[in-house]
């Protein structure tokens, strides 16, 4: 036993104080890193952005405080205007964008060029204003291939409304702007930890009666008709020269992903940015007779790819400056495939197509057009899905048979997959099921379908129409690439250059084929002599002819010897928003083949466009940055710097010639639908309703 240690009063008092002293001291040393000091807590009050950290649903007010309490910095402008200015000079539409022919001449007019000069001289209150400028700029060209997202401020927080809307036809004719007839139902799913909020949200006898609101007729948005809002926002959203399909994007619509069937809210119920803090709305509920006045808050969520952060400073760091991604590499010294994972790839994130790595996308090249919205993931209603899909149907390529037992439908959400050769195998597959069914006729739906691999659009059309002239050796459209001074730097590099990495670039001569369709030898500089053209008074040079792309390399599996449906028992459907390698498909297939077109919904008297932003391969600033950097040029002063915020910068790198019009874009000739489908409280965002339809007015 330890003998016990007898101390005296007064020394045990002491050392208790000694102890005491010790603990204090111990404690005050730990607390310097965690206690803010009276100006650091003065500064967190002053800090707007504390309001919203850590939280999942906020005001939007609130998040327009944090954003425009970021100031301008002005190396950063400076930085993002050379980035995004000396990455144009790649883009082959510039100068036609300055001022578009018909039918686009209303659509399409915005000199780029003369606007980031204005942007560069303005001063702006914040680097939120600043940035606003910029995406409306880029979207005045109307070009889902060419846009500026920023991922400090778009889709940070997405701005929500629970009522979405979509616009149909009555029975006499007319045409009404209404709440979905699903819209409770769809939010109710998407937002159940918010939609107390939104029920509460209403006054009087319409407390907690949001679901009362469904299929509503909209009388006033904001005290003004239905279609000014339409229209008001038709000149901001971007992305389509077309007008028609514009105002569509304000509706809501449905899509086939990878992962299932996804309900689009449409540009009036989802906000990439906090724009709107309510909406104040003049209805007539189903049922009554008298029109009520409703007014309905937006609320914003938090995007899934923002990093937590606790104040603004944490913010920015976290979420607002150049990732791993953001720029190209030197592929002599590194891979594209240790880039970064793919869900933390800006392009990747911006592009509307299932997520394919970027190496894969070098393998093989993609059209598709990008949105500071990524892809949707709110779930369309079970009760409007078609029932089980066939044999043959993977991820956004799927198989379906209507129950006339003839007619085969194909619903294809986009042209890409994450194998190539397994979207590939999945079409000839698929469609091969169909026949071996009994189909003899068929619907391709490509609604919302934002293009992919353009050698899948090819191997498509060969597939149904079978070989002949339009489908061998080309099923799509020649091609030219701008051939400005830095471009052509390049190739002079890479042709000079004995071996190394440059076949990996795309500059490089043994990627593609002249206008007769034989393949560059690796010494052959195919953008000399560049084509000089002037285009709306201003010099500019491209490439030669580019001919085919695809065969027989990319056809991994041959195709059948003969098609597999006639063209006049094809119809191709969608809600016009049909980008990119879609537009190749519907193009080719309706102007060489005269397979028909539709567009459902839209507005009476608006000419409605099957598909959008044609292009002709699409790509960006990381990748261009790759192709300077890997041939040694990044210091010349044409080069774009490294980028030092988290953006991306789109361009069309290449630009497919015209069918009608040989010497002309395909991208600005017209495409109007042979059909405009109006849609009704039966028909709207339900699929199977809608190939019905179309069975009975084609078929």
Request: hydrophobic fraction near 40%; aromatic fraction near 8%.
């Amino acid at each position: 036993m330890v003998a016990s240690l007898r101390l005296p009063r007064f020394q045990t008092l002491r050392t208790m104080l000694s102890l005491s002293w010790v603990l204090v001291s111990i404690l005050s040393l730990s607390l310097q890193g965690a206690v803010a000091s009276p100006v650091e807590l003065e500064s967190r009050a002053e800090d707007p952005c504390v309001a919203i950290a850590g939280q999942k649903w906020v005001a939007p007010s609130a998040v327009r405080a944090c954003f425009k309490s970021f100031k301008v910095d002005e190396a950063a402008k400076t930085n993002i205007l050379d980035v995004i200015g000396k990455t144009l000079a790649f883009h082959a539409s510039t100068n036609y964008q300055i001022q578009a022919p018909p039918p686009f001449h209303n659509d399409v007019h915005e000199d780029v060029i003369k606007s980031l000069a204005r942007i560069r001289a303005t001063r702006y209150a914040s680097d939120y204003d600043l940035h606003i400028d910029l995406s409306r700029t880029l979207k005045r060209l109307n070009d889902g291939h060419c846009v500026w997202i920023n991922r400090c401020y778009d889709s940070s927080f997405i701005n929500y409304l629970p009522i979405p809307l979509v616009l149909l036809t009555e029975k006499d004719g007319s045409q009404t702007v209404r709440i979905a007839p699903e819209a409770f139902k769809v939010a109710s799913a998407e937002f159940p930890d918010h939609i107390d909020f939104w029920q509460n949200s209403l006054k009087e006898s319409l407390k907690g009666k949001l679901e009362s609101l469904s299929g509503a007729k909209v009388l006033l948005i904001n005290s003004r008709p239905p279609n000014v809002a339409v229209d008001a926002n038709a000149k901001i959203t971007g992305s389509y020269q077309g007008l028609g399909t514009r105002q569509n994007s304000f509706f809501s619509s449905y899509q086939r992903a990878a992962s299932g069937w996804n309900y689009l809210m449409g540009n009036f119920a989802q906000q990439s940015l906090p724009l709107d803090d309510e909406v104040k709305l003049l209805v007539q509920r189903e049922g009554h007779l008298i029109p009520e006045f409703v007014t309905i808050p937006y609320r914003a969520r938090i995007g899934s790819a923002i990093n937590a952060f606790t104040d603004g400073a944490s913010f920015r760091a976290k979420n607002c400056v150049a990732v791993r991604a953001t720029n190209g590499v030197d592929l002599n010294t590194e891979s594209l495939s240790r880039l970064a994972p793919v869900e933390e790839v800006p392009l990747i994130e911006a592009q509307q197509q299932p997520p394919v790595p970027v190496e894969v996308q070098r393998k093989h090249l993609i059209n598709v057009f990008m949105d500071g919205t990524p892809l949707s993931n709110v779930v369309l209603p079970e009760e409007l899905q078609p029932l089980s899909p066939l044999n043959g149907s993977r991820n956004a390529a799927q198989f379906h048979m209507l129950p006339d037992g003839k007619t085969g439908v194909l619903v294809l959400g986009s042209f890409s997959d994450s194998s190539f050769d397994g979207l590939l195998n999945s079409l000839l597959n698929g469609l091969l099921n169909l026949k071996s069914l009994g189909a003899t006729q068929l619907v391709v739906d490509v609604t919302n379908n934002g293009g992919g691999f353009i050698c899948i659009a090819h191997y498509l059309h060969r597939l149904l129409i079978g070989p002949k002239d339009t489908t061998v050796p080309q099923a799509g459209l020649d091609t030219k690439a701008r051939a400005g001074p830095l471009a052509q730097l390049i190739v002079k590099t890479i042709v000079e250059r004995d071996g190394g990495v440059d076949d990996q670039l795309l500059y490089h001569p043994a990627n593609w084929r002249n206008a007769s369709n034989v393949v560059f030898g690796g010494k052959d500089n195919w953008l000399q002599p560049p084509v000089e053209v002037t285009i709306n008074g201003n010099k500019d040079a491209f490439s030669q002819r580019l001919g085919q792309e695809c065969q027989p390399e990319s056809f991994t599996t041959p195709p059948p010897d003969k098609g597999l449906f006639p063209p006049d028992k094809i119809v191709i459907v969608s809600n016009g928003r049909c980008a990119s390698s879609c537009s190749l498909f519907s193009i080719t297939m309706s102007k060489h083949e005269g397979v028909k077109t539709v567009v459902v919904g839209g507005r009476r008297g608006v000419q409605q466009q099957y598909c959008g932003i044609v292009g002709g391969q699409s790509t960006d600033y990381s990748t261009i940055d790759t192709e300077i950097k890997t041939t040694g040029l990044k210091n010349h002063t044409l080069a774009p710097p490294d980028l030092v915020v988290n953006g991306v910068q789109g361009i069309t790198w290449r630009l497919g010639f015209g069918i009608h019009n040989p010497e002309a874009g395909e991208e600005w000739e017209d495409h109007p639908a042979d059909l405009n489908l109006p849609l009704t409280a039966q028909t709207v965002n339900n699929p199977v309703a809608i190939w019905e339809e179309l069975t009975k007015r084609f078929f």
